[in-house]
């Protein structure tokens, strides 16, 4: 399967943002592949974006992987318990990445559904099928991502992202979510998503 090239990720983190939607992440896992539609993602920017772990290029064990070259995988934990997976984006050395926040199952639901649930997809409720995979946490528990793919090639498995195939319909923008603390960073347009 063709991977996204690292020249895709070595662009403006806000382009790269908007084409990321409808592209697929991949994970490779216990001897099977899970795939998702990319649905959602946010924007951030460390030379100019207060919401950005690595703001004016702040350098820390945490953040070092933020500065690393484009297509590298970004992992890190909120709130002591939820992993998050950015994409590094901007070329080395430039602090930017995308956070991916949603997914449409397309391949390994059943097992996405046992690592986020701990049950079979069909004994989820509605409520639990309505938010399966509609936030950065939900996404890596789903995928069994962790901090071990810290600094991952993401050109490499067990984790890439395909290409998008076909029309995916309006995207939309708006502020990011969870980031009041950043001044005026938290009302920048940096979160887009796919209208359904």
């Given amino acids: 399967m063709e991977r996204l090239p690292r020249d895709f990720y070595n662009r403006d983190t806000l382009t ?3 084409d990321l939607l409808g592209c697929v992440l991949a994970r490779e896992y216990a001897g099977e592949l899970l795939l998702g539609r ?11 974006d207060k919401a950005c772990h690595a703001y004016h290029y702040k350098r820390t064990r945490r953040t070092e ?27 080395e050395g430039e602090p930017a990445a ?4 949603g997914l449409e199952p397309l391949a390994g639901a ?10 079979d ?20 528990k789903a995928m069994s991502l962790d901090r071990t793919l810290d600094g991952h090639d993401l050109l490499t498995p067990p984790l890439y992202v395909l290409p998008r195939q ?17 001044q005026e960073a938290k009302d920048f ?8």
Avoid: H, S
Avoid at 65 to 91: D, K, Q
Avoid at 110 to 119: D, Q, S, V
Avoid at 121 to 135: D, P, V
């Fill in 16 to 18: 790269v943002a908007r």
């Fill in 38 to 48: 990319i649905t959602e993602t946010e924007a951030y920017i460390g030379r100019c």
């Fill in 65 to 91: 992987t933020l500065f690393a070259r484009p297509g590298t995988a970004y992992l890190y934990l909120i709130y002591g318990m939820y992993t998050c997976l950015n994409l590094v984006t901007e070329p």
């Fill in 98 to 101: 995308v956070l991916i926040r």
């Fill in 110 to 119: 059943e097992t996405m559904a046992r690592l986020r649930f701990g049950r």
């Fill in 121 to 140: 997809l069909g004994e989820l409720t509605a409520y639990q099928r309505k938010n399966f995979l509609n936030g950065p946490g939900k996404v890596c």
């Fill in 166 to 182: 076909g029309e995916i319909g309006a995207i939309r923008c708006g502020p990011r979510i969870g980031v009041d603390y950043a």
């Fill in 189 to 196: 347009p940096w979160r887009f998503w796919i209208e359904v």
